[in-house]
């Protein structure tokens, strides 16, 4: 590829439906904490700042044109962290949910939850599933938000309910998993410097592309997201083909 092609910013390049824009981008927003050690604050603020980024960059993924951005908000391991943290976390969700449903309904944001949440506090439950139903007519953007979710036991729970309906194969494996409906994944994003999925995806990163930044979360942007989505459109995917 031409280098002046290379230098051109987004988002003018890239334009939907060019086979070179990302359907489905999920992110693992990592560095809250060390955000919030290097200014000597408490975790809390880390957090708290990490919800703006998450207000910004979902308002970000409707303009870029994204269908689907999934965010690992609470995975299933994260309950070993000291209690308040987790009910900082909660209470974030909670407010994150309450102030900005009016803002999905303005963006066209349909909300969907994947991972075990039923097993959390039966406030949050309701409101997320009250949520859900209110966004459920809107198309442009689909905000899919990993609370209490791990991969493997995703995987288990689809593996259960497929064999209960027949046949265990790929596709109704497929169809029992908690982003069944939603596009295929096409690039996994990490802030913070580390390489990892942390039972984040595993099944649907099958043939995703991977890009990290040592960027953490609360200082993620929308420009850091543009140049995300030009690199993955100088990648070449083969799916195993050649
Ligand atoms: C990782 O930072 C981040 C999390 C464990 C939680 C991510 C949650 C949010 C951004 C806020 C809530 C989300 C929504 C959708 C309202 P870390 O604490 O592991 O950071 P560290 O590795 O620097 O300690």
Known sequence: MAVAEVETPLPTRITAGTGKLPRHVAIIMDGNGRWAKKRLLPRAMGHKRGVETVRNIVKAAGELGLETLSLYAFSSENWKRPEEEINDLMGLMRDFIKSDLDEFAANDVRLRIIGDYKALA?????????????????????????????????????????????????????????????????????????????????????????WFTETLWPDFSKDELAAALNEFARRERRYGGR
């Open 122 to 210: 039966p406030d949050i439950v309701e409101m997320l599933e009250e949520s859900i139903a209110r966004t459920s007519k809107n198309s442009r953007t689909t905000l899919a938000v990993a609370l209490n979710y791990g991969s493997q036991d995703e995987m288990v729970r689809a593996a259960r309910a497929a064999a209960t309906q027949g046949e265990i194969s790929v596709s109704s494996i497929e169809a029992n998993l908690d982003t069944f409906g939603l596009p295929p994944l096409d690039l996994v994003i990490r802030t913070s410097g580390e390489q990892r999925l942390s039972n984040f995806m595993l099944w649907q990163a099958a043939y995703a592309e991977f």
